[in-house]
């Protein structure tokens, strides 16, 4: 079967941002990765905690902040300059941990730096190929940033933890040089144009578009399901351990198989996305009621392989929401001239929800039991059910049926 030039335009995109996605997340889970030799070497789990908390509050107001700005310059700069100086400040911090503050400032950028890729990506992406193209190049880089967590922990593995950081900051340097070369024969080809889309309407009418397109319920669908994919994840080593009884290394054995199982979510959602018809409505409630049933079973079924299973059907679902809301709704608004600004506002309430979350759920799980947290993620999948509903539809069949 012939591959169509567009076709070709997309996957040419696609493969350049989804490189460039990789190696975004492996910088972003070199900290996580390296924890162990960090406590070996002396620093304590609670300064690294800190490290990580201000660099997930660096990297959300980033997404905020350089979302916006990718709106107004290139998605080869934007990148390119983020890229670079998460190598620089990455490598850096390697070298004066010995000064806490500075070092937990230096890391924070880093988080800053790489907040600069996603939002531009995702415009660049939305603006030049077709919207079935779209979805499959956000789903490429989606799947790659999966992986980025098991290759931060195989360079761990190996390499003293100095070193790992070293490398990660070669390896960006070396792709922030590419995006600006192949961005640029992209321009030169034609492959790549900017400005194509710009908003009608500014201020408080671009605002108004946004509502008609149902920027509030996808923002809080952001919310719900950064929760979810989050810091619901973020626990669940910890929920296999206590809550199941495993050992501390069986846990973190399942946790990693079960993340492999996760990172698939995104390509089962887009199937069924397409056999509903590309209706990202009815894909998001049924993702929804699918992980409250999952939860559900979670709460009520206690024997470990099964209960493994239902938690992970649950993650899997609030993620396929998850999945719609960034590879179609946010490719979706092309139009409107503000893809990167919405993405990355988007973001930034996904990841300060998640933020918010992990403190809370690090004392529920004391206080209130494990199955009362269950409970809790219950509900939080159960507001996105409501907020999913087809109001609108109903409105207009209650109209008709009283005409």
């Given at each position: 079967m012939k591959i169509s030039q567009k076709a070709k335009n997309a996957i040419y995109i696609g493969t350049l941002c989804s490189v460039a996605y990789f190696a975004v997340y492996i910088a972003r889970n070199i900290l996580s990765a390296v924890t162990p030799q960090m406590v070996e070497g002396g620093y304590t789990e609670e300064y690294i905690g800190n490290i990580s908390s201000l660099y997930l509050g660096f990297y959300a107001v980033g997404q905020l902040?350089?979302?916006?700005?990718g709106d107004k310059i290139k998605a080869k700069w934007m990148m390119s300059v983020g890229l670079f100086g998460a190598a620089v400040t990455n490598f850096v911090f390697s070298l004066i941990t010995a000064t806490p503050t500075v070092a937990m400032v230096v890391y924070g950028l880093t988080g800053f730096f790489?907040?600069?890729?996603?939002?531009?990506?995702?415009?660049?992406?939305?603006?030049?190929?077709?919207?079935?193209?779209a979805t499959r190049c956000s789903l490429g880089y989606t799947f790659a940033s999966f992986f980025g967590s098991p290759a931060a922990g195989v360079l761990a593995a190996f390499l003293a933890w100095q070193s790992v950081f070293a490398i990660s900051s070669a390896a960006?340097?070396?792709?922030?040089?590419?995006?600006?070369?192949?961005?640029?024969?992209?321009?030169?080809k034609d492959i790549v144009k900017y400005g194509q889309y710009k908003p009608e309407k500014k201020g408080m009418?671009?605002?108004?578009?946004?509502?008609?397109?149902?920027?509030?319920?996808?923002?809080?669908?952001s919310i719900l399901t950064g929760v979810v994919r989050t810091s619901v994840v973020f626990w669940l080593p910890t929920y296999f351990n206590q809550y199941l009884g495993f050992s501390s290394k069986t846990s973190a054995s399942i946790f990693t198989a079960a993340t492999l199982v996760i990172s698939l979510t995104a390509f089962i959602a887009v199937f069924i996305y397409e056999r509903l018809g590309h209706?990202?409505?009815?894909?998001?409630?049924?993702?929804?009621?699918?992980?409250?049933?999952?939860?559900?079973?979670?709460?009520?079924?206690?024997?470990?392989?099964?209960?493994?299973?239902?938690?992970?059907?649950?993650?899997?679902?609030?993620?396929?929401?998850?999945?719609?809301?960034w590879s179609r709704y946010c490719p979706s608004l092309r139009d409107t001239g503000m893809v990167s600004g919405v993405t990355g506002f988007l973001d930034f309430l996904s990841y300060m929800a998640a933020a918010a979350a992990n403190l809370i759920f690090a004392n529920a799980a004391t206080t209130i039991g494990w199955g009362a947290l269950i409970l809790v993620w219950l509900g939080i999948v159960s507001v996105g059910v409501i907020i999913s509903l087809p109001y609108k539809q109903i409105r207009e069949k209650l109209s008709r049926a009283k005409s």
């Open positions: 902040i350089n979302g916006a700005i790489l907040s600069m890729i996603y939002g531009p990506m995702t415009k660049v992406v939305s603006e030049n190929t077709e919207p079935l193209h960006l340097i070396t792709i922030s040089v590419a995006v600006v070369i192949l961005f640029s024969v992209f321009e030169r009418g671009g605002i108004g578009e946004l509502i008609k397109r149902d920027i509030i319920k996808f923002s809080l669908i209706d990202i409505n009815k894909t998001v409630l049924l993702m929804f009621i699918s992980s409250v049933v999952f939860f559900a079973l979670t709460y009520f079924v206690k024997q470990p392989v099964l209960n493994i299973i239902f938690i992970i059907l649950a993650i899997m679902s609030s993620n396929g929401a998850a999945s719609m809301l």
